[in-house]
C-alpha cells in the first residue's frame, strides 16, 4: 500500500509568481485535503476535495484554489504569492472505509522571497 | 466556530518524569486526534479518540477524551529523549467536510 506522496519537496518563488503544489493520495482513498503550517503553528485547513469536487473551504482567499484528478491525485495553485505564503504545505487523504482519518503526506515547505 | 487550545505551548522536562498535555475544544465533535510532529517532518498519527471515556495507551503515551468537558489529555509516564517532539491535537470540525482544526501545539523537550 502506498502512502500519501507529495511534490515536490522545497520550492523558492518570489512575491508575487503563482504555484503548484501536488499530492498524490494514499491507495483506496478518494479525499484529499490540503492544510498549510506556518512556523510554530498548528496546520490551517485550506479546503477538502472528494470525488473531484471540493468539498469544505477554510479561511483563505480565492488566489487558493485546487483540482482533484478522476485517480484522486489532488493539485493546490495559490496564485499572486505574498511572503506569508510560506509554509509547510500539508496534504492528507482519508476515506470512508478509512473511517476518515486523515493519512498525511510528507509536505511542501514553500518559501516566498 | 470552533477552536482548539493545547497547553502548555512549550514543556521542558527531566528524562524519567511523568507529564499531561492538555487540550480544549470549544463546541462537540465525535472525534479527536493527537499527532506527532519532529523537525521539518510531517505529521505522525499517534491516537484516534471517537467516544467519551476512550482511552488509548502506546508505550510511554496515554491519551483519554472527555467529550462532555470537551478535553484531552496526553499523558506521558517516564519520559525518554526520544519522546522530544511537537505535539498537536485535532478535532474534527462540525461541517460537512472533514476537516480537523489543530491546536497550537505542545512543543516537548526531554532533556537526559
Known amino acids: 500500500e502506498t502512502g500519501v506522496t507529495q511534490s515536490p519537496t522545497h520550492l523558492i518563488k518570489t512575491r508575487g509568481q503563482q504555484v503548484t503544489l501536488r499530492c498524490s493520495s494514499q491507495s483506496g482513498h478518494n479525499t484529499v485535503s490540503w492544510y498549510q503550517q506556518a512556523l510554530g503553528q498548528g496546520p490551517q485547513f485550506i479546503f477538502q476535495y472528494y470525488r473531484e469536487e471540493e468539498n469544505g473551504r477554510g479561511n483563505f482567499p480565492p488566489r487558493f484554489s485546487g483540482l482533484q484528478f478522476p485517480n484522486y491525485s489532488s493539485e493546490l495553485n495559490v496564485n499572486a504569492l505574498e511572503l506569508d505564503d510560506s509554509a509547510l504545505y500539508l496534504c492528507a487523504s482519508s476515506s470512508f472505509s478509512a473511517r476518515w482519518e486523515q493519512f498525511f503526506g510528507p509536505g511542501t515547505r514553500l518559501t516566498v522571497l | 466556530e470552533l477552536k482548539v487550545e493545547q497547553n502548555p505551548l512549550f514543556l521542558s522536562m527531566q528524562e524519567g518524569k511523568n507529564y499531561t498535555i492538555y487540550c480544549n475544544y470549544s463546541t462537540t465533535s465525535d472525534r479527536l486526534y493527537w499527532y506527532r510532529q519532529d523537525p521539518g517532518k510531517s505529521l505522525e498519527s499517534l491516537f484516534v479518540?471517537?467516544?467519551?471515556?476512550a482511552v488509548k495507551q502506546e508505550g510511554r503515551l496515554m491519551a483519554s477524551l472527555d467529550t462532555k468537558a470537551r478535553l484531552s489529555t496526553l499523558h506521558i509516564t517516564a519520559a525518554v529523549h526520544d519522546l522530544s517532539a511537537t505535539y498537536f491535537c485535532?478535532?474534527?470540525?462540525?461541517?460537512?467536510?472533514?476537516?480537523?482544526?489543530f491546536g497550537q501545539g505542545t512543543r516537548l523537550t526531554i532533556n537526559p
Open positions: 479518540l471517537l467516544s467519551n471515556g
Open positions: 485535532a478535532v474534527k470540525g462540525d461541517q460537512g467536510a472533514q476537516k480537523l482544526v
